[in-house]
């Protein structure tokens, strides 16, 4: 159980990720006016950024749960290097499944949507480790433009126009559930920039270091045509950002 290697190769060097730089989840941070104390679970936690900086600059405790067994040591070794491993705590495991304990004050779910099938799903999800009254953060992308044809959808990581709404009807979706949006901090194309283009200098990197690899042609061709296609397609239609739900 892992990601695949084509994933872990291009995020490599990345401590978030998602088109989000560590200002902006400082932002969030302080949008959400953490309290010494609050208990976080975070599902498809990563590299455990937010979770250890949050720890450090809030005083939270928490859990995260990621399917990486690398993120999983990075989030770990990270922990340690801000002095934060005794209050957070880095699972190798499904999220899709997981429940906490207890229930948290805050829990998460940042940019995998997938875990739950989508966003209904996910949102359920997260509900059962939620105690009354707490938070629920959604990160998940959203069409900046319409999307004129089938290629575009495809260039966004999309099957269907239909996989992702516009910013409005994504904060509608949210009420349908029975959900307030309470805060949101949503990517811009500066951040994007600093998230794609560090993949492709990881795989480039990693390309000139391993030619012989059997991933070596499906990630030269990667290499080739992602930063056209993401300026082209991705940069000028896609959006993303982390929404702060409570429950109605």
Same mark, same amino acid.
């Given at each position: 159980?892992?990601?695949?290697?084509?994933?872990?190769?291009?995020?490599?060097?990345?401590? #978030?990720?998602?088109?989000?730089?560590?200002?902006?989840?400082?932002?969030?941070?302080?949008?959400?006016?953490?309290?010494?104390?609050?208990? +976080?679970?975070?599902?498809?936690?990563?590299?455990?950024?937010?979770?250890?900086?949050?720890?450090? &600059?809030?005083?939270?405790?928490? #859990? *995260?749960? &990621?399917?990486?067994? !690398?993120?999983?040591?990075?989030?770990?070794?990270?922990?340690?290097?801000?002095?934060?491993?005794?209050?957070?705590?880095? !699972?190798?495991? &499904?999220?899709?499944?997981?429940? $906490?304990?207890?229930?948290?004050?805050? !829990?998460?779910?940042?940019? $995998?949507?997938?875990?739950?099938?989508?966003?209904?799903?996910? !949102?359920?999800?997260?509900?059962?480790?939620?105690?009354? *009254?707490?938070?629920?953060?959604?990160?998940?992308?959203?069409?900046?433009?319409?999307?004129?044809?089938?290629?575009?959808?495809?260039?966004?990581?999309?099957?269907?126009?239909?996989?992702?709404?516009?910013?409005?009807?994504?904060?509608?979706?949210?009420?349908?559930? *029975?959900?307030?949006?309470?805060? +949101?901090?949503? $990517?811009?194309?500066?951040?994007? &920039?600093?998230?794609?283009?560090?993949?492709?200098?990881?795989?480039?990197?990693?390309?000139?270091?391993?030619?012989?690899?059997?991933?070596? $042609?499906?990630?030269?061709?990667?290499?080739?045509?992602?930063?056209?296609?993401?300026?082209?397609?991705?940069?000028?239609?896609? *959006?993303?950002?982390?929404?702060?739900? +409570?429950?109605?």
């Amino acid at each position: 159980m892992d990601l695949p290697r084509s994933i872990v190769i291009s995020e490599h060097s990345h401590r #978030i990720h998602n088109p989000f730089t560590s200002e902006k989840l400082a932002t969030l941070g302080q949008a959400l006016r953490l309290e010494p104390g609050t208990r +976080m679970l975070d599902l498809a936690s990563g590299s455990g950024e937010m979770l250890c900086t949050w720890a450090r &600059d809030h005083g939270i405790t928490g #859990i *995260g749960v &990621d399917i990486s067994t !690398v993120f999983v040591d990075k989030a770990r070794a990270r922990a340690a290097e801000l002095g934060v491993a005794e209050r957070v705590v880095f !699972v190798h495991g &499904d999220a899709s499944g997981y429940v $906490a304990e207890e229930p948290v004050d805050l !829990v998460s779910c940042v940019g $995998a949507t997938w875990i739950g099938g989508g966003v209904p799903g996910t !949102v359920e999800l997260l509900r059962k480790s939620l105690r009354p *009254g707490g938070m629920m953060l959604i990160g998940e992308p959203y069409w900046r433009l319409e999307p004129p044809d089938q290629r575009t959808v495809e260039a966004c990581h999309a099957r269907s126009k239909e996989e992702f709404l516009p910013l409005a009807g994504l904060i509608e979706l949210f009420g349908g559930l *029975g959900y307030d949006v309470v805060e +949101m901090v949503l $990517a811009d194309q500066d951040s994007w &920039d600093r998230y794609r283009a560090a993949q492709w200098l990881n795989i480039r990197r990693w390309l000139d270091r391993h030619p012989e690899d059997e991933l070596a $042609a499906e990630l030269r061709s990667e290499l080739s045509t992602a930063p056209a296609r993401y300026a082209r397609y991705e940069r000028e239609y896609l *959006g993303w950002g982390v929404f702060a739900l +409570m429950p109605r």
